[in-house]
Structures are given as structure tokens and as C-alpha cells.
């Protein structure tokens, strides 16, 4: 008798299913288009920029309508259309941003970051149903529709801040990870094959080390992503790929080629002395890539 495997849960087929629409143009496109999204050339997560617009248009709307709604006051009502406005075109911005980036969130943070969509998709209809109604000569039910939207908008918003604070997403794994000061043995370079991603540790923490021929690179071995073990990746050309959702990080220099990632890697300086390879952060701190 065979048993069936249990259903997944719903977050992880519709992520399933996004990914599979996402690539089905082609690896290459889809990929520019997330780098796009997820804001790997602005070096930060391209939804938190933008979900700033619809929070801030909308509030602002709402002080238009507290105006418009004690003085009935044509400038007001009109001021608070165009404010709702211009929060659906950033909320439509916001979603496809904050869309890509949850492709890639992993559990516990998925669902919770599939209710915050979700709210946000019920508050922007709110918000269109608003814009409708004013249109309509209905001023007064245009204004309950835009206090229930913004009030789904404020709860998704605490969501939203609970995925970064509590969960993470979007932040930086290599924060606060500490690199020594002074040139200090990590492995034997008997143990480093040439061209095989492996992991040394520096009181605790992993740090990546890669040989390329005469070459030698090291850097953070957690990913900034959302810490995967990149010693656990394979080499791409010259950049090392992240096994959990396929960030590509230069060896040079950390930058991100590809996303998800948006936080470029801190590289160490790295020699070989007395059979023993050293690391040691750069006098001069850690530069990241841009
Ligand atoms: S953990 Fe997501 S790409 Fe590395």
C-alpha cells in the first residue's frame, strides 16, 4: 500500500507556482527582471523604497478627508482624490517589488508574508473602490471605503514590520559577524582544492575559501541573503553561487551579480604562510561592493 505525502502548505504552491511563471519566459530574462525587483543594483530591497509611496499618499489622503469631511471643502476632496491616486500606482510598484522578494522568503516568514500581500491587495481595492465612488458624486462612502483600507493597509504594515524585525527578511546575515584584526591561520592549504568552495572557521564563525590556480579568495561564508552556506555552492564563472535560492556573489570583490541577494558579500584578504592559510579583514575595514 503506498501512502501519500502530505499536501504542501498553500504558501509554498503559490510560491511554487510564481516561480514557475517567472521562469517560463527563460532563465536569463526572468533573472534581469528580478535583479530589477528585488533591487540588487540599488545595494537595498527595491519594496522598502517603494511601499513608502501608498503609505505615505494614503495618510496623507486621510488628513485631506478629515479636512473635506468637517468643512465639506471642494480644494480638500480633491486634494485626497489625488493623493489616493497616486498611492494605487505605488501600491501596484509595491506589490511587484514585494512579490519578487517573497519568492524567495523561506518558512516561518512565508506565510506571514503572504497574509501581508494579501491585506495589501484588499487595501489597494479599498482604495481604487474609493477613488470610484468620489468620482460617483459619493464623497461620503468614498471616505469609508479609503478608513477601511487604510486600516487593512496599517495592519499589513505591522505584518511587513515583523517579517524585517522579527524574521529578518530583507536584512543583511553578515551584520555584526566578526573578522579578526591581525592575520591569523584558519585551514592547512594542504586542505584547500583548487577550485572547491570550502568553509574554515574564526571563533565561530564560517568563512569561505576559494582557489582558482595561483589565486586565493576569501569572505563571509553566510550568505547575506538569508545565511545559507555558500561553501555549499558551486562555482559559476568567477562567483560563487548561494544553494538556497541562487544568489551569485563575485570572488573579486562580494558584489551580487544575481539576485535575490541585494547585500554584496564582506571579502577578507586571504595568503598562504607556512603551509597555513591566513585571513584577516582589510586594514582599512570592509568594503562593500556596489
Ligand atoms: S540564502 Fe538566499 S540566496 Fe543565499
Redesign the pocket.
Given at each position: 500500500m503506498t501512502t501519500k505525502s502530505p499536501a504542501k502548505p498553500v504558501d509554498e504552491r503559490i510560491q511554487k507556482r510564481f516561480d514557475a511563471a517567472l521562469y517560463a519566459g527563460g532563465r536569463p530574462s526572468a533573472q534581469t527582471i528580478r535583479n530589477f525587483l528585488n533591487g540588487t543594483w540599488l545595494g537595498e530591497p527595491l519594496h522598502v523604497v517603494l511601499k513608502d509611496v501608498p503609505i505615505g499618499a494614503w495618510t496623507v489622503a486621510m488628513i485631506f478627508d478629515v479636512f473635506d469631511s468637517i468643512g465639506n471643502t471642494r480644494e480638500f476632496a480633491l486634494a485626497a482624490e489625488a493623493s489616493i491616486a497616486v498611492g494605487i500606482l505605488g501600491a501596484v510598484g509595491a506589490a511587484a517589488t514585494g512579490l519578487a522578494d517573497w519568492s524567495?522568503v523561506?518558512p516561518p516568514a512565508r506565510k506571514m508574508g503572504l497574509l501581508h500581500g494579501v491585506l495589501n491587495v484588499g487595501a489597494t481595492a479599498l482604495f481604487t473602490t474609493s477613488l470610484l465612488l468620489r468620482r460617483n458624486k459619493t464623497r461620503a462612502a468614498g471616505r469609508v471605503a479609503a478608513a477601511l483600507g487604510y486600516a487593512l493597509m496599517t495592519y499589513s504594515a505591522h505584518l511587513g514590520g515583523k517579517m524585517v524585525y522579527k524574521h529578518r527578511v530583507g536584512v543583511d546575515?553578515t551584520d555584526g559577524l566578526v573578522f579578526p584584526e591581525d592575520f591569523t591561520s584558519v585551514l592547512s592549504a594542504s586542505e584547500l582544492a583548487d577550485d572547491w568552495p570550502t568553509r574554515a572557521m574564526h571563533n565561530g564563525v564560517p568563512i569561505l575559501l576559494v582557489r582558482r590556480g595561483q589565486r586565493l579568495f576569501a569572505m563571509a561564508e553566510t550568505?547575506?541573503?538569508?545565511?545559507?552556506p555558500?561553501s555549499e555552492?558551486k562555482l559559476v564563472d568567477g562567483s560563487i553561487?548561494?544553494?538556497?535560492?541562487?544568489?551569485r556573489f563575485a570572488l573579486e570583490d562580494g558584489r551580487v551579480i544575481n539576485?535575490?541577494?541585494v547585500h554584496s558579500q564582506p571579502c577578507l584578504e586571504v595568503r598562504i604562510r607556512e603551509g597555513q592559510i591566513e585571513i584577516r579583514k582589510p586594514p582599512l575595514g570592509i568594503r562593500r561592493a556596489s
Open positions: 524567495d523561506d546575515r550568505c547575506s541573503h538569508f545565511g545559507g555558500l555552492g553561487e548561494c544553494p538556497y535560492h541562487a544568489s539576485g535575490p541577494a
